[in-house]
Structure formats: C-alpha cells, structure tokens
C-alpha cells in the first residue's frame, strides 16, 4: 500500500522559515519525482517545487529564491525548505510522486503565515 504522510506544518510569523516534510512508503521512492503543490482557500492548487530522480529541481516563480527542495533518497523522504514566508504562502501543502503511469498524493498539511 503506498502512502505519503506530510508533516511539518504550522503557523509561522511573516519572515519565517519552515521545513515540511513528505515520507513515502510502498514505493520505491528513488525512481520518482516528487512534487510539492499547495492550495489556498478558494485557489486551484499549484505546483510549488519538484525534484526529479536525478536531483533536478524547479520553482514556481513565486517562491524561487525562497524555498528549496531536496529528498533524502535512504529515507524515502522529500523536504521543502521554506524561508521568508509571506502571508501568500498560507495553503494546505501537498506530496506528490510520478514515475511511469503511477501517479500518488498525500492528505495535505496546513502552513498558515500570520502575525
């Protein structure tokens, strides 16, 4: 059975830094891309970052400079490090992996920037 479980996330203060974590199982994780994507409330939900399985990264625009994606391939987990949080970075943030046809999603975790 696979599974992505989020952690990390909280409420921050503007300015802020916060890494999230995505731990995957039932896969194998090093063939995979993993993506991280969020999701406001009443926004589509956006790709925020995603690294391949070579280690390739990309950024949305709006967060290039800011956060940084990097996965730990032993412990089948996916990080994004998320620094000088904006009130616009508030979103239920989600895991996602691909390789071939399959195609998974984790349950989300709520990242809320306030003062």
């Known amino acids: 059975q696979v599974q992505l479980v989020e952690s990390g996330g909280t409420l921050v203060q503007p300015g802020g830094s916060l890494r999230l974590s995505c731990a995957a199982s039932g896969i194998i994780f090093s063939r995979y891309l993993m993506n991280w994507y969020r999701q406001a409330p009443g926004k589509q939900r956006e790709s925020v970052a995603f690294?391949?399985?070579?280690?390739?990264?990309n950024y949305a625009d709006s967060v290039k400079g800011r956060f940084t994606i990097s996965r730990d391939n032993a412990r089948n987990t996916v990080y994004p490090q998320m620094n000088s949080l904006k009130p616009e970075d508030t979103a239920v943030y989600f895991c996602?992996?691909?390789?071939?046809?399959?195609?998974?999603w984790g349950q989300g975790t709520q990242v809320t920037v306030s003062s």
């Open positions: 996602r992996s691909r390789y071939d046809l399959n195609d998974y």
């Open positions: 690294i391949t399985s070579g280690g390739s990264t």
